[in-house]
């Protein structure tokens, strides 16, 4: 291991050395360099690092150079995971293309991306050949592609740039696990998705994103190629994607598509797939309608399942999801449910035998293909569904609860009080390296929170867990001030909504725009959102609100190239936003970001510390706040020449105990506690430096 040991990395860092001489604007750091240590000794020692990176120590190069070296050096490949799209982009577009100039040498990286991304010949064949009845817009986006899909070479969608309105029906070409006919593909030898595979095999580096990580993890590594070296980047988020990645769902309309697919009816006449075969295969006719039959009654059935559910939800539930609890369990709503669905298991089961009868006759033929994937979609749901029901829904480790849309129940989902220990068994004990990272891991300067939530607390005996904090180098005293207001009202009373767009309209006055309020409530967003539009627009500032003018990437956007605009969003715009300069001054929190107790997630982390004797505010919900507190306020400063303000309209910052969390926990000190009036004239004086 000559060529690979810390002092040779580090040199890479020096003041002097390749990365200042490649990379334009580089900047000596010392916390760089400690991380980029770290995680050499990591690939070196065999051992878990654990790093909260801040803001500016630029924690990509950090693991680009020990993770390219190392493996080239041990023809190792290691696996590099992000949680958002954006990220995934600048490694691969940026990031990992400048390690080429500095290393100056030649290695393989490839972007593993989900199937989704990737255009299927197969569907798209049948459509050119006008197998599919397309509407109006759908035919309008094959149009618009036609060119693109004959020429491409990767197939990806990222390649496209359609309006949004045509990108929504990419669906129709996209790759799919239900369709995909694999090994019996006719095209498979041109699958994009295949050669997207195939060229992994090849990679020193894969850059992926959380969601397929997880999902290789669960179908045993059946997508990556092996691997014993994992950087996880954006780490803050991973259990929780571990958690909706374990879930299981039994949902009514995935069932009913895949049976509409079979046989469906309408005005017109009947149609499916069924139609399709009983004309080809009049002898069969007996058989086709068993099968109708069997199809309609499964599916009244089912709709029966979910109607006695609905009488379980109150109106908070209308939106929302509803967790069960044990005391559920003996319910007359619940009892009837249960008869019911075994009454469809036993239905759907039946539905299943008469299609493999039917597979049976014509599985040589080209239609056998499709009764195959709808033969295996549907056991799938089965399967899932008798987990859910049989099983989950009954044990102490496992969370099930009831997904509501409109006053309706549409799903009912299950999945792992402690995502940890399935991490621990499936992910983390294969690896000779791992390292996770992220600029929001520590509470208080305190890791214990993530490694339990991680499950990696569980190797903390065998010492093979480091940790590493390595705050952000920029000035905060000079960079950043932090005003608490204190008398604004509570959300439950009447005059919240008005006094809080009264602060933000004298806000977006005076800082003229180039702000952005983080909501943790949809209705109290939309609320504030209505008082202000009116006022925004006579004072000429541009409001962009979340689900009310756009997209995620759309108004990011809007808001980077509009003089005078304001951006107002919930959870996603949390984090993720990465926004250097003038375009951002100024970051309102409304409330401190805890997690509604009706989030299965949060759920099941509070039946989680129950059943360990622990208290579920003080181990999940206040620690898991305060990472996205520091997150949040962390959209601030994102350079050394940034400044900026934080506004939080939340008192309960100051006057609980527990606010101290929250303000220990994030690098800005300057804080100062105000009343609404005094607000104005602290934002001049700040402004004026
Ligand atoms: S192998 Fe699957 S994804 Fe690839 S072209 Fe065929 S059906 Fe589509």
């Not at 690939?43 to 801040?54: H, K, P, R, T």
């Not at 095209?187 to 060229?199: G, H, N, P, T």
């Not at 619940?334 to 299943?352: H, P, R, V």
């Not at 956007?557 to 003089?563: Q, R, V």
Request: net charge negative; charged share 30%.
């Amino acid at each position: 291991m000559e060529g690979f040991n810390p002092k040779v990395i580090t040199e890479y860092f020096a003041p002097e050395g390749r990365m200042a001489a490649s990379i334009p604007g580089y900047r000596y750091r010392e916390e760089q360099v400690n991380l980029a240590e770290s995680i050499t000794n990591a690939f070196i020692d065999q051992e878990f690092l654990v790093s909260e990176a801040g803001t500016g120590v630029g924690k990509t190069y950090a693991y680009l150079i020990p993770a390219i070296l190392w493996a080239q050096e041990q023809k190792e490949k290691v696996v590099i995971s992000t949680r958002t799209r954006a990220l995934q982009q600048q490694l691969t577009e940026k990031d990992i293309p400048d390690m080429k100039k500095v290393l100056g040498t030649e290695f393989v990286f490839v972007e593993a991306k989900g199937r989704e991304n990737f255009l299927c010949w197969n569907k798209y064949m049948r459509i050119v050949a006008g197998r599919k009845r397309l509407e109006p817009e759908e035919r309008r986006f094959i149009e618009a592609i036609l060119r693109w899909a004959e020429d491409t070479k990767s197939g990806d969608r990222k390649e496209l740039t359609l309006d949004s309105s045509l990108m929504n029906k990419w669906g129709i070409v996209a790759a799919d696990r239900k369709s995909c006919l694999r090994d019996s593909c006719p095209y498979s030898d041109k699958c994009f998705r295949l050669k997207m595979l195939k060229s992994l095999e090849k990679a020193d580096i894969i850059v992926t994103n959380h969601a397929l990580l997880l999902s290789d993890m669960l179908v045993e590594n059946s997508i990556l190629p092996k691997y014993s070296y994992l950087i996880i980047d954006e780490a803050h988020t991973f259990d929780r994607e571990a958690f909706d990645h374990l879930s299981l769902r039994f949902s009514q309309s995935d069932i009913n598509e895949t049976l509409q697919l079979l046989f469906t009816r309408d005005k017109q006449g009947e149609h499916g797939y069924l139609q399709y075969l009983r004309k080809k295969y009049p002898g069969f006719s007996s058989l086709f309608t068993e099968i109708v039959d069997l199809s309609d009654s499964s599916s009244k059935i089912l709709q029966n399942f979910f109607n006695v559910l609905k009488k379980s939800l109150t109106d908070k539930d209308y939106s929302y999801t509803r967790v069960l609890q044990w005391q559920d369990q003996e319910t007359k709503w619940m009892l009837k449910a249960m008869d019911l669905y075994l009454e469809w298991q036993n239905s759907i089961i039946l539905l299943i035998s008469k299609l493999n009868s039917l597979n049976d006759e014509i599985k040589e033929t080209e239609e056998g293909n499709e009764l195959e994937n709808i033969l295996q979609s549907l056991s799938e749901y089965s399967y899932e569904a008798s987990v859910i029901m049989e099983e989950n829904i009954d044990q102490q480790d496992k969370i099930t609860w009831l997904e509501c849309e409109r006053g309706q129940v549409v799903a009912v989902a299950s999945s792992e009080l402690d995502a940890g220990q399935v991490l621990h068994e499936r992910l983390y004990s294969k690896l000779e390296s791992l390292v996770m990272v992220s600029a929001t891991l520590a509470i208080e300067e305190s890791f214990d929170y993530f490694l339990t939530r991680s499950g990696l607390n569980t190797f903390k005996g065998d010492d093979r867990v480091n940790t590493l904090l390595q705050q952000s180098p920029f000035n905060y005293e000079q960079q950043a001030r932090m005003f608490i207001i204190n008398d604004i009202p509570e959300p439950g009373e009447r005059s919240f909504a008005e006094t809080v767009a009264g602060v933000l309209e004298n806000l977006f006055l005076i800082m003229g725009g180039q702000v952005l309020v983080l909501f943790t409530a949809r209705s109290q967003l939309k609320d504030v959102a209505a008082i202000l539009r009116p006022d925004c627009d006579l004072n000429d500032i541009r409001l962009l609100v979340q689900y009310e003018d756009g997209e995620f990437r759309h108004l990011v956007d809007e808001f980077i190239h509009t003089p005078r605009s304001v951006l107002m969003g919930l959870e996603t715009f949390w984090e993720g936003i990465d926004l250097k300069g003038e375009i951002l001054k100024c970051v309102v929190i409304i409330r401190l970001p805890f997690r509604p107790p009706t989030d299965p997630y949060c759920s099941a982390a509070d039946r989680y510390c129950r059943l360990q004797n622990k208290n579920g505010f003080q181990h999940f919900m206040l620690p898991d706040a305060a990472v996205r507190f520091k997150q949040g306020t962390g959209r601030l400063i994102r350079s050394e020449e940034d400044r900026g303000l934080v506004v939080v309209l939340d008192s309960r910052l100051e006057k609980k105990n527990y606010g101290r969390v929250f303000k220990n926990s994030i690098p800005i000190k300057d804080v100062l506690l105000l009343e609404t009036k005094q607000l104005p004239e602290y934002i001049k004086e700040f402004l004026k430096k």
